[in-house]
Protein backbone atom coordinates (compact mmCIF):
# COMPACT_ATOMS: atom_id res chain seq x y z
CA UNK A 1 0.00 0.00 0.00
CA UNK A 2 1.29 2.98 -0.84
CA UNK A 3 2.84 6.02 1.57
CA UNK A 4 -0.25 9.27 1.33
CA UNK A 5 1.84 12.47 2.38
CA UNK A 6 0.05 15.62 2.95
CA UNK A 7 2.78 18.81 2.29
CA UNK A 8 2.20 22.04 2.87
CA UNK A 9 3.68 25.66 1.46
CA UNK A 10 4.58 23.54 -1.75
CA UNK A 11 4.80 26.11 -4.56
CA UNK A 12 8.45 27.04 -4.38
CA UNK A 13 11.50 25.82 -2.70
CA UNK A 14 11.67 23.10 -0.19
CA UNK A 15 7.80 22.16 -0.40
CA UNK A 16 7.73 21.86 -4.24
CA UNK A 17 10.98 19.80 -3.67
CA UNK A 18 8.88 17.35 -1.58
CA UNK A 19 6.66 17.28 -4.13
CA UNK A 20 9.37 15.92 -6.75
CA UNK A 21 10.83 13.48 -4.60
CA UNK A 22 7.46 11.90 -3.63
CA UNK A 23 6.16 11.55 -6.89
CA UNK A 24 9.12 9.88 -8.50
CA UNK A 25 8.37 7.34 -5.67
CA UNK A 26 5.11 5.01 -5.51
CA UNK A 27 3.84 7.18 -2.77
CA UNK A 28 0.83 9.59 -3.14
CA UNK A 29 1.33 13.01 -2.30
CA UNK A 30 -0.83 15.72 -1.65
CA UNK A 31 0.09 19.20 -2.17
CA UNK A 32 -0.69 22.36 -0.61
CA UNK A 33 0.24 25.99 -1.51
CA UNK A 34 -1.81 28.94 -0.82
CA UNK A 35 -1.61 29.97 -4.80
CA UNK A 36 -1.42 26.92 -6.53
CA UNK A 37 -2.01 27.89 -9.43
CA UNK A 38 0.87 30.80 -9.70
CA UNK A 39 3.64 28.02 -9.47
CA UNK A 40 4.03 26.31 -12.87
CA UNK A 41 6.48 23.41 -11.83
CA UNK A 42 3.59 22.83 -8.94
CA UNK A 43 0.91 22.50 -12.10
CA UNK A 44 3.39 20.19 -13.96
CA UNK A 45 3.79 17.98 -11.37
CA UNK A 46 0.23 17.93 -10.82
CA UNK A 47 -0.17 15.95 -14.29
CA UNK A 48 1.76 12.59 -12.31
CA UNK A 49 -1.34 10.27 -10.97
CA UNK A 50 0.01 10.06 -8.14
CA UNK A 51 0.25 13.89 -6.93
CA UNK A 52 -3.32 15.93 -6.18
CA UNK A 53 -2.96 19.93 -5.37
CA UNK A 54 -4.99 21.70 -2.98
CA UNK A 55 -5.53 25.23 -1.90
CA UNK A 56 -4.26 25.94 1.30
CA UNK A 57 -4.07 29.09 3.62
CA UNK A 58 -3.04 27.59 6.96
CA UNK A 59 -3.73 31.07 8.85
CA UNK A 60 -7.55 30.88 7.55
CA UNK A 61 -9.58 28.78 9.01
CA UNK A 62 -11.71 28.91 6.15
CA UNK A 63 -9.54 27.70 3.51
CA UNK A 64 -8.24 24.94 6.30
CA UNK A 65 -11.66 23.72 6.38
CA UNK A 66 -11.99 23.17 2.97
CA UNK A 67 -7.95 22.20 1.77
CA UNK A 68 -9.28 19.24 4.72
CA UNK A 69 -12.45 18.40 3.23
CA UNK A 70 -10.84 17.91 -0.21
CA UNK A 71 -7.71 15.64 1.25
CA UNK A 72 -10.72 13.79 3.23
CA UNK A 73 -12.12 12.96 -0.36
CA UNK A 74 -9.05 12.12 -1.93
CA UNK A 75 -7.73 9.97 0.60
CA UNK A 76 -10.66 8.61 2.52
CA UNK A 77 -9.27 5.68 3.84
CA UNK A 78 -6.57 8.43 6.01
CA UNK A 79 -3.04 10.04 5.35
CA UNK A 80 0.23 8.47 6.58
CA UNK A 81 2.34 11.77 6.82
CA UNK A 82 1.88 15.43 7.18
CA UNK A 83 4.46 17.38 6.75
CA UNK A 84 3.93 21.19 8.02
CA UNK A 85 6.26 22.84 5.47
CA UNK A 86 4.63 26.37 4.85
CA UNK A 87 6.32 28.86 7.14
CA UNK A 88 7.26 32.78 6.76
CA UNK A 89 10.11 34.80 7.48
CA UNK A 90 8.89 37.24 9.16
CA UNK A 91 10.98 40.09 8.58
CA UNK A 92 13.69 37.91 8.55
CA UNK A 93 16.23 40.93 7.97
CA UNK A 94 15.26 42.54 11.29
CA UNK A 95 17.79 42.77 14.79
CA UNK A 96 16.46 42.81 17.81
CA UNK A 97 16.35 46.63 17.90
CA UNK A 98 14.33 46.41 14.53
CA UNK A 99 11.85 43.98 14.75
CA UNK A 100 8.28 45.17 14.73
CA UNK A 101 5.25 44.25 16.09
CA UNK A 102 4.38 43.38 12.91
CA UNK A 103 6.90 41.21 11.74
CA UNK A 104 6.33 39.01 14.92
CA UNK A 105 2.35 38.35 14.35
CA UNK A 106 3.29 37.49 10.81
CA UNK A 107 5.89 34.81 11.86
CA UNK A 108 3.79 33.35 15.10
CA UNK A 109 0.58 33.69 13.01
CA UNK A 110 2.19 31.67 9.90
CA UNK A 111 4.96 29.68 11.82
CA UNK A 112 2.91 28.49 15.06
CA UNK A 113 -0.91 29.08 15.00
CA UNK A 114 -1.09 28.53 11.01
CA UNK A 115 1.19 25.15 11.88
CA UNK A 116 -1.55 24.13 14.93
CA UNK A 117 -4.63 24.82 12.58
CA UNK A 118 -3.68 22.25 10.02
CA UNK A 119 -2.60 19.60 12.14
CA UNK A 120 -5.41 19.56 14.37
CA UNK A 121 -7.62 20.03 11.39
CA UNK A 122 -5.82 16.63 9.70
CA UNK A 123 -5.88 14.59 12.73
CA UNK A 124 -8.80 11.91 12.26
CA UNK A 125 -7.05 11.56 9.23
CA UNK A 126 -3.77 11.12 10.36
CA UNK A 127 -5.58 8.84 13.25
CA UNK A 128 -6.61 6.56 10.04
CA UNK A 129 -3.34 5.02 9.36
CA UNK A 130 -0.98 3.62 11.31
CA UNK A 131 1.39 5.76 10.45
CA UNK A 132 0.88 8.72 12.18
CA UNK A 133 3.49 11.11 11.42
CA UNK A 134 3.83 14.57 11.97
CA UNK A 135 6.91 16.21 11.12
CA UNK A 136 7.32 20.41 11.44
CA UNK A 137 10.12 22.04 9.10
CA UNK A 138 11.90 23.49 12.02
CA UNK A 139 15.49 25.70 11.70
CA UNK A 140 18.65 25.60 13.55
CA UNK A 141 17.98 28.89 13.90
CA UNK A 142 15.43 27.91 16.43
CA UNK A 143 17.72 26.62 19.19
CA UNK A 144 18.40 28.60 22.12
CA UNK A 145 22.00 26.69 23.07
CA UNK A 146 23.16 28.01 19.07
CA UNK A 147 22.16 31.27 19.23
CA UNK A 148 24.99 33.60 19.67
CA UNK A 149 23.74 36.56 17.34
CA UNK A 150 20.25 38.99 17.51
CA UNK A 151 19.41 38.75 13.73
CA UNK A 152 16.46 37.39 12.36
CA UNK A 153 14.39 37.94 15.92
CA UNK A 154 10.40 37.20 15.31
CA UNK A 155 11.91 34.34 12.95
CA UNK A 156 14.01 32.33 15.41
CA UNK A 157 11.63 33.59 17.99
CA UNK A 158 8.42 32.02 15.98
CA UNK A 159 10.87 28.61 15.09
CA UNK A 160 11.44 28.63 18.57
CA UNK A 161 7.88 28.41 19.48
CA UNK A 162 7.32 25.50 16.91
CA UNK A 163 9.95 23.07 18.66
CA UNK A 164 7.68 24.07 21.79
CA UNK A 165 4.25 23.21 20.05
CA UNK A 166 6.02 20.46 18.96
CA UNK A 167 6.87 19.02 21.80
CA UNK A 168 3.98 19.38 23.15
CA UNK A 169 2.15 17.49 20.44
CA UNK A 170 4.54 14.62 20.58
CA UNK A 171 3.43 14.08 24.28
CA UNK A 172 -0.52 15.11 24.00
CA UNK A 173 -0.51 12.45 20.80
CA UNK A 174 2.48 9.88 22.04
CA UNK A 175 -0.06 7.34 23.83
CA UNK A 176 -1.57 7.41 20.27
CA UNK A 177 1.35 5.58 18.45
CA UNK A 178 1.69 9.26 16.64
CA UNK A 179 5.46 10.10 15.99
CA UNK A 180 6.17 14.33 16.11
CA UNK A 181 9.39 15.45 14.90
CA UNK A 182 11.02 18.77 14.07
CA UNK A 183 13.13 18.59 11.35
CA UNK A 184 15.93 21.25 10.19
CA UNK A 185 16.50 21.35 6.65
CA UNK A 186 19.72 22.87 6.68
CA UNK A 187 20.80 25.86 5.11
CA UNK A 188 19.18 25.45 1.44
CA UNK A 189 19.66 27.40 -1.74
CA UNK A 190 16.07 28.74 -2.03
CA UNK A 191 14.79 32.00 -2.33
CA UNK A 192 14.54 32.58 1.61
CA UNK A 193 18.50 30.64 1.97
CA UNK A 194 19.69 32.56 -0.84
CA UNK A 195 22.11 31.51 -3.87
CA UNK A 196 25.37 31.52 -0.89
CA UNK A 197 23.65 28.20 1.00
CA UNK A 198 25.94 25.18 1.08
CA UNK A 199 23.18 22.67 0.37
CA UNK A 200 21.00 22.01 -3.04
CA UNK A 201 17.00 21.75 -2.47
CA UNK A 202 17.26 17.98 -4.11
CA UNK A 203 20.21 17.04 -0.76
CA UNK A 204 18.09 18.71 1.42
CA UNK A 205 15.00 16.87 0.90
CA UNK A 206 16.86 13.43 0.10
CA UNK A 207 18.35 13.44 3.35
CA UNK A 208 14.77 14.58 4.96
CA UNK A 209 12.91 11.80 3.43
CA UNK A 210 15.66 9.13 4.64
CA UNK A 211 14.92 10.24 8.14
CA UNK A 212 11.00 10.45 7.83
CA UNK A 213 11.42 6.29 6.35
CA UNK A 214 13.70 5.57 9.09
CA UNK A 215 11.49 7.12 12.05
CA UNK A 216 10.78 4.69 15.01
CA UNK A 217 9.04 5.52 18.08
CA UNK A 218 11.71 6.20 19.76
CA UNK A 219 12.61 9.80 17.60
CA UNK A 220 8.77 11.11 19.20
CA UNK A 221 9.08 14.69 19.58
CA UNK A 222 12.70 15.44 18.72
CA UNK A 223 14.92 18.10 17.14
CA UNK A 224 16.80 16.19 14.51
CA UNK A 225 18.65 17.91 10.86
CA UNK A 226 18.36 16.42 7.77
CA UNK A 227 21.71 14.68 8.23
CA UNK A 228 20.10 12.44 11.12
CA UNK A 229 21.52 14.29 13.63
CA UNK A 230 20.20 15.68 17.12
CA UNK A 231 20.05 19.47 17.47
CA UNK A 232 19.99 20.83 20.88
CA UNK A 233 16.89 22.89 22.08
Known sequence: MPMIYVVT????GIGLEYVKQLSARDDIVI???RNPEKSEELQALAVNKNVHVATLDIVNLDSVKTAVDKIQTLAPEGIDVLINNA?????FGA?????????YRDAFETNVIGTSNITLALLPLLR?????????IA??????????TGTATS??????????????MACEFGEESF????????????????KHAPVSPEDSISGMLSVIDNLSKEKNGKYISYEGNEIPW
Request: hydrophobic content about 30%.
Open 128 to 136: KRNTRYIIN
Open 95 to 103: HVTTTTPDH
Open 87 to 91: GSPGG
Open 9 to 12: GTSQ
Open 31 to 33: ACA
Open 155 to 168: YRVSKTGLNMLTRM
Open 139 to 148: SIMASIENTT
Open 179 to 194: TVLALHPGWVRTKMGT
